[in-house]
């Protein structure tokens, strides 16, 4: 790793740590002693009424900016876009 990587790196770590006032690790709720777990209960049912009736099943999209792939030439040395552009996706569970 170069020196100017590690100084990068360091210098994230070091504000992670609240060493630097660039941003702060982010606090939990008072009373909370560990991060929030979902439930996996209530995900577990949401998904076998997206199976059963469809309700929910899709719960967003994704969108790629700009083409998924690209070929290599060798005469000249280059990058030829393959595909469709701002391609989207649904997200379904």
Same mark, same amino acid.
């Given at each position: 790793?170069? #020196?100017?990587? $590690?100084?990068?790196?360091?210098?994230?770590?070091? *504000?992670?740590?609240? %060493?630097?006032?660039?941003? /702060? #690790? +982010?606090?939990? +709720?008072?009373?909370?002693?560990?991060p929030?777990?979902p439930?996996?209960?209530?995900l577990?049912?949401?998904?076998?009424?997206?199976?059963? /009736?469809?309700?929910? =099943?899709?719960? @967003?999209?994704?969108?790629?900016? @700009?083409?998924?792939?690209?070929? *290599?030439?060798? =005469? +000249?040395?280059?990058? %030829? +876009?393959? @595909? %469709?552009? /701002? $391609? #989207?996706?649904?997200?379904?569970?």
């Amino acid at each position: 790793m170069d #020196k100017p990587h $590690a100084v990068v790196i360091y210098g994230i770590i070091q *504000a992670w740590k609240g %060493k630097f006032p660039i941003f /702060n #690790k +982010p606090r939990l +709720p008072k009373g909370v002693s560990r991060p929030y777990v979902p439930d996996y209960c209530a995900l577990r049912r949401a998904d076998e009424v997206a199976a059963d /009736n469809g309700h929910g =099943s899709i719960y @967003g999209q994704l969108c790629i900016l @700009g083409y998924k792939e690209y070929l *290599a030439t060798e =005469s +000249p040395v280059q990058l %030829k +876009p393959k @595909g %469709k552009r /701002n $391609a #989207k996706f649904l997200l379904a569970r």
